[in-house]
């Protein structure tokens, strides 16, 4: 099995492409830095959206994070090692404004009728007569995800949802490789033991 | 086998994040256990059900523009003194100007302040090593006339003697 992130940076952008953009965006080009943005913007906003859960303010700390990353690029050593960096930043923003806050609910203009986030479900095939069922698994994957401790959430997301390696997320958590290891296994087993009932193989 | 221990490595096996002589161990131990290749099959199914059905954000288009816009556009710190900003080279030649004038005058200052002070210190000396104009005077006919040269080097001698004379002294008890 092949290790993950190590020649795709992320949607349509190789590993190489993604270098040499960062190269670029470092001498100021802006559309080098819209490229690298396009390819980011949805999983670092996402990774903040599980932290945070508030749209809200995962939108306004994913605009931090890429004004910060664009101001910072010269610091960057070792372009090889932006994704980790990018999602370094992204959790700086997000323990330093919510680190002592408990998550906040979804403000109200973001909650369909049904008192859930408007947000897009990933698989956008689903059969008219599966709706129901399908909003409610939903509904258990989304509770299973955001009930897990913060400490197993944080690696679970970047592993499991953002495909990032182990160790990557051991550079931006700033744990031991053995450490999110065993936190990334605890993870999945109770993401597991949530939904269960609606395997095939239990 | 010990399949607690490989419980661990099989999530790491189904992220592909195991060596090649790793993943052939995980292989071998698979195909001649059934709970860890049950396990395995279980955490796999989990695993795309939960990509499958977790919802995700969209990025807002307007957050490019915005983050486009806020690199663009100068720092906070910068705004705040932006009407100085054709004048900034006179500003800061100004600014050394007064500082290197406010450190002259100091030492300046300094300069005259210790130059008063030695003086002042050579002139007591001097007066000091001087000898007096006029003779001492003394109290009551009965003292004999101090030694000339502790006097002219002690100018509380004529105090002492007077005292020692004072007809206003209190006799003790």
Redesign the interface.
Known sequence: MAKRSLNSAGAGMDRATLEERIRKAKRGDMESYHEIYEVYARKVLNYIYRMVNSREEAEDLAQETFVTVYQKLGTLKDNSKFEPWLFRIARNFVYQQYRVRAPAASSIDSIDEDGRPEIQVADAGKSPDGAFQSRELEDVVEGAIGDLPEKYREVFVLSALQGLSYQQIADIVGRSLASVKTDIHRARLEVRRRVKDYLKVR | MNCTRY??EL???L????SPAD?ERIRSHLSACAFCS?EL???R???S????????????PV??R???D??AAPRESSRLFHFAAPCRRLLALATAAIVTLIALGTFQYRQVQRRNLEHYINQYIQDRQAPRPYPPVFIGPEIDPPNQNYRSSNPFAEFEYALTDNPFRLEEP
């Open positions: 419980a661990e999530t790491a096996f992220d592909g994040e195991l993943s049950y099959r279980s955490l199914e989990a695993a059900l939960i990509r499958s059905h977790r919802r995700e954000l969209e990025a807002n957050t490019w915005l983050v486009r806020r690199i």
